[in-house]
């Protein structure tokens, strides 16, 4: 599913406490709902693997201080790169596609990258590196070509069309996650808190059983439930 429908699910888990008013309470639930997704990517493995950025020509900046290259913030928490790559189209107009691993250059020898390397083609898929909260690619992406960046880490922002590899006993964790909190927080109930944070623990143990056997282009795919077609990661080539 999309983060936008894991957390609209999750925000129907929590019952009445979704609409609760007050200052600062909405943005409070948004904070504990990313809140309580890291918490469970430092449990459970399946969670925090296989994670894939895609980009497009139009994502990228060019880096006006290099040659024929391109940069992009990157700074998920600890993030360990697994593989880069990138396609194109064999044939405009047509769906097949050609795929290739992008060079991996050590942040001390940069400048390999930033200072240009020549065009991407079907069998030269460029360079790339990572540091400074940033990536840097050379060549620039042309029209229908993509980069996916595939990496293992805790991911604590999302937009709304990022898939997700949570499902509905994810969304009922975290919202116990969210109500725990809200009654020690913000009602001041010690007593609900330890409650709700019991059923948390308990569903967290549960998902960590559940995901343990999962290996990590399973975990990924998981994300589109309805997917059947050839894709990278979560995300359907086409």
């Known amino acids: 599913m999309k983060w936008s429908e894991f957390n609209e699910l ?7 406490d979704a609409e609760r008013k007050g200052r ?10 990313i809140a309580g997704v890291k918490n469970l990517q430092e449990y459970i493995s399946a969670f925090r693997d296989r994670n894939v950025n895609v980009y497009f020509d139009s994502d990228l900046t060019e880096v ?12 998920p928490i600890n993030a360990e790169l697994e593989e880069v790559i ?17 060079q991996i250059v050590p942040w001390s020898n940069r400048f390999l990258v930033i200072n240009g390397c020549p065009a991407r083609t079907s069998s030269y ?5 990572f540091g ?11 029209d229908n070509q993509k980069l996916y960046i595939y990496w293992k880490g805790i991911k604590d922002k999302y937009d709304d069309d990022d898939l997700v590899i949570f499902d509905d006993m994810t969304a009922k964790a975290v919202a116990d996650y969210v109500k725990a909190h809200l009654n020690r927080e913000v009602d001041k109930d010690i007593n609900l808190y330890k ?16 995901w343990k056997d999962y290996n990590h282009t399973t975990a990924v795919d998981h994300a589109d439930g309805t997917n059947t077609t050839t894709g990278i990661g979560g995300f359907v080539i086409g």
């Open 10 to 16: 999750t925000r129907t888990y929590l019952l009445v």
């Open 24 to 33: 600062g309470i909405q943005k409070y639930i948004d904070q504990l709902i």
């Open 64 to 75: 006006t201080s290099g040659r024929n290259s391109v940069s992009k913030e990157f700074n």
């Open 86 to 102: 990138v396609s194109g189209l064999v044939t405009e107009g047509e769906e097949e596609r050609w795929f290739l691993g992008v």
């Open 125 to 129: 898929a460029g360079k790339i590196t």
């Open 132 to 142: 400074d909260g940033r990536f840097y690619l050379c060549a620039p992406l042309v």
């Open 195 to 210: 409650s709700y944070f019991d059923m948390y623990s308990k569903q967290r143990q549960e998902l960590h059983i559940k």
